[in-house]
């Protein structure tokens, strides 16, 4: 159906006129849901002139085309009714990443040679996704816009705390806890209110949206900004430590020995070499692994350590292995029962019940028996 142009005409919408596209957002992967929710999730950014809903997706008027980009901005990536949101200025028509697919040889080189990157599921060229206008860090909410002085000094404050900032100017008649809702739908971490009052007593109410949300009431300025640039400096550091944590985990064996273990895993024959190529790799992941764990000297403790059940086969192959009584001319390691009972390692060795057993499955006499007896 075209669109009408004309605003008298019977069937006009404004959120189908091309001439005001750009005072227009187009939201994608849109939820089932009426007019009147869609526009509630864009009331907090500016005045709503009307709305569109089509299956999966849908278009937001609003009174000009910088209002529209902030709410744009501001609403692109957040979840509503459990989707994640693809919104952009409706004047930007970007083709999906499986239209360019079609077209391109996905083995081939940009036939342009122009970089890409995929901004939300969006293919788009590498300098429109740097333009991406990026998540704030904290949102400063001004109630009246006689307090916008007093926010624009609260957000040069801090920005030289190296935090991404902006003042946000809510509708009257949306509740604060939709605003903050939304706010904290997108991942902004921080929220300042700011009101009459606040500027009175030079406070602020300080609200953290990430992790366990916190509200923090009426605070002095001061107090107020060295606690948020506080918690955002610990912050970022636990998200380095994850990243490097994640990284770690996500490390690969080298690319010839990831192939023999994939090899093996799916039962693939493999030659002698190869197998001992893996057996000596996993050894030194082994070693290096027990330095992690257990510090270098107590790792190589624990490599000498022999490992008890090697050394009792040690033990009893050596019995086994002694010559016969019955062959005089060979020099016996004890001569008589009374030697042998002198040491207490070998007396220690025949009472333990797994030699005894091995002892019985090798020997068809009642030599376990004279053990035992003399014993």
């Known amino acids: 159906m075209a669109a009408v142009r004309d605003a008298n005409a019977p069937g006009y919408n404004i959120a189908r006129d091309p001439a ?68 952009r200025n409706a004047s930007i028509k970007l083709k999906p990443l499986n239209a360019i697919i079609k077209k391109i040889n996905p083995n081939a080189h940009n036939p342009a040679g122009v970089p890409m990157a995929v901004q939300g599921g969006i293919v788009m060229s590498a300098a429109a996704a740097a333009t991406v206008v990026p998540i704030n860090d904290c949102e400063i909410i001004v109630v009246n816009r006689e307090n916008t002085k007093y926010a ?98 996500q490390s690969r064996h080298p690319e010839a020995m990831q192939q023999l273990i994939e090899m093996l895993a799916d039962n693939h024959p493999l030659t002698g070499l190869q197998y001992e190529c893996i057996i000596n790799y996993l050894q030194e992941q082994r070693e290096q692994q027990l330095k992690r764990e257990l510090g270098e000297a107590n790792a190589l403790a624990k490599l000498h350590t022999p490992d008890p059940e090697m050394e009792l086969q040690k033990k009893i192959l050596s019995v086994m292995n002694k010559p016969a009584v019955t062959e005089i001319n060979s020099e016996l390691m004890y001569p008589t029962f009374d030697l042998a009972k002198k040491d207490k390692r070998l007396m220690e060795l025949l009472q333990d019940p797994r030699v005894m057993s091995a002892l019985e499955s090798i020997y068809n006499s009642d030599l376990t028996e004279t053990v035992t007896q003399y014993l």
């Open 20 to 87: 005001l596209v750009k005072n227009r957002i187009f939201i994608g992967n849109l939820p089932i849901c009426t007019k009147e929710e869609l526009e509630s999730i864009c009331h907090p950014y500016g005045k709503v002139l009307g709305s569109l809903v089509q299956k999966n997706f849908g278009f937001v008027q609003f009174e000009s085309e910088e209002i529209a980009n902030k709410c744009a901005n501001a609403l692109n990536k957040s979840t509503f009714k459990s989707k994640a949101l693809t919104v």
């Open 152 to 249: 624009e000094f609260i957000e040069d404050r801090l920005r030289n705390s190296g935090m991404r900032v902006d003042v946000l100017f809510p509708n009257e008649d949306v509740m604060l806890s939709q605003v903050l809702s939304n706010i904290s739908a997108r991942g902004c971490l921080y929220a300042v209110l700011v009101t009459p009052q606040h500027e009175a007593l030079n406070s602020i109410t300080v609200n953290i949206l990430y992790g366990v949300p916190a509200e923090h009431r009426n605070m002095p300025l001061d107090d107020a900004i060295t606690l948020i640039a506080t918690d955002f400096r610990l912050k970022k550091q636990r998200d380095a430590v994850t990243a490097s944590q994640l990284h770690a985990k």
